[in-house]
């Protein structure tokens, strides 16, 4: 397997306990849209992260990263400076961006949003693209300015539990958005879902039992 040494060269929070990464890898470092890399950040201790930018952004390459309390990869990312080599192995994994015509519907919370930028930056023409993305508080919201920048995307966004009472958005989670929409919107297209195995198995259930999607072109990763 091999090893690539990066260096951190930017680092930003950008929603409650979550940090945006940025790093500078070695030339000859190459993904797939989708794939994750393992680091190493304890003794014989890795966690895997979806990289969240495009190859075409290579050497750069941003990770974003949910900062779990006492959690040995987050305690380890979070106390990074600027200049830091990290260890990464990769990449990995088969949650790759198809390269058809079809319609694009991403689904995500939480964190999950990290493969979702890899994908809509890479996808360079004016392909349909669709997003759900859902998060428990407001404060945990990220990329908005980045997903509204995109005319190519256009978006639904909840909140599960608002904290403002004053909250003018969609309450609810993406399961609620995706049982509102009609089969049709559905049609030829292909669905990407990144986020927790409970929400992903209620979305595939939903999608494949009530929207008459085909499963070959429902494809997901699972982050716990
Ligand atoms: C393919 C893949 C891609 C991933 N990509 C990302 C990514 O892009 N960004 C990202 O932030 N994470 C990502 N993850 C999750 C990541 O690998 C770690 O599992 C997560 O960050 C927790 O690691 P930790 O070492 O900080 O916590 P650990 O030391 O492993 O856990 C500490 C405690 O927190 C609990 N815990 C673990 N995860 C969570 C959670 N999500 N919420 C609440 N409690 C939790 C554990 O049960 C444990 O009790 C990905 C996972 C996979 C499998």
């Known amino acids: 397997m091999t090893n690539h040494k990066a260096k951190l060269i930017q680092t930003k929070e950008i929603a409650h306990r979550t940090k945006f990464f940025r790093f500078q890898f070695p030339e000859q470092f190459n993904f797939k849209p989708g794939n994750f890399i393992t680091a190493k950040v ?28 006492n959690g040995i990869g987050s305690t380890y990312f979070d106390q990074l400076k600027t200049g830091d080599e990290v260890e990464f192995f990769g990449p990995f994994g088969h949650f790759i961006l198809k390269k058809n015509n079809l319609k ?3 689904i995500a919370t939480g964190v999950g949003i990290a493969p979702m930028r890899c ?19 407001e404060k945990e919201l990220m990329l908005e300015k980045e997903i509204q920048k995109n005319t190519n995307i256009t978006t639904e966004i909840c909140i599960s539990r608002p904290e403002n009472p004053d909250f ?8 609620d958005l995706i049982k509102a929409k009609e089969a049709d919107f559905f049609k030829n ?8 195995t409970p929400m992903i198995d209620e979305v595939v ?7 008459n999607m085909p499963k070959e072109h429902i494809y997901f990763e699972r982050f716990n």
């Open 42 to 69: 304890a003794e014989n201790t890795f966690r895997a992260y979806s990289i969240a930018s495009s190859p075409n952004k290579l050497p750069e390459l941003d990770l974003t990263i949910k900062l779990i309390e």
């Open 104 to 106: 694009k519907i991403f």
């Open 119 to 137: 994908f809509w930056q890479d996808i360079q023409n004016k392909s349909a693209m669709h997003l759900f993305f859902g998060c428990r508080y």
């Open 168 to 175: 003018k958005g969609t309450k609810g989670r993406v399961t």
């Open 189 to 196: 297209s292909e669905i990407y879902i990144c986020g927790s």
């Open 205 to 211: 259930k939903i999608l494949t039992q009530d929207k």
